[in-house]
């Protein structure tokens, strides 16, 4: 059975940092794909990022670019996003998910709240 498990979601103030990570457990393939979401209140889920099992990574947020650092644990199965200097638009529930050969499985997400 496939688990994808997000963690290290909270409430930081703008400025801070936080660390989300995302766990793939039971998985078929050794390689795939990982790939971060996001969906604020009342707006549509977006593609913050993905990272290959190859490490390639791709951001697709350009307000995140140079804040947001995906990284990878291949030994581990666990894809990391590193937030700095977080904002309050970043505020959201962000999400990942692990995908080949036509497989895609999602987590349940974690919050994140930027707020003073």
């Known amino acids: 059975q496939v688990q994808v498990v997000e963690s290290g979601g909270g409430l930081a103030q703008p400025g801070e940092s936080l660390r989300l990570s995302c766990a793939a457990f039971?998985?078929?393939?050794?390689?795939?794909?990982m790939q971060w979401y996001r969906q604020a209140p009342g707006k549509e889920r977006e593609l913050v990022g993905s990272?290959?099992?190859?490490?390639?990574?791709?951001y697709f947020v350009d307000s995140v670019k140079g804040r947001f650092t995906i990284s990878r644990d291949m030994n581990q199965n666990t894809m990391y996003l590193q937030m700095n200097n977080l904002r309050p638009e970043d505020t959201a529930v962000y999400s990942c998910?692990?995908?080949?050969?036509?497989?895609?499985?999602w987590g349940h997400g974690t919050q994140v709240t930027v707020s003073s």
């Open positions: 998910n692990v995908a080949r050969s036509g497989l895609l499985y």
């Open positions: 039971g998985f078929p393939y050794k390689d795939y794909l």
């Open positions: 990272i290959t099992a190859t490490g390639s990574i791709t």
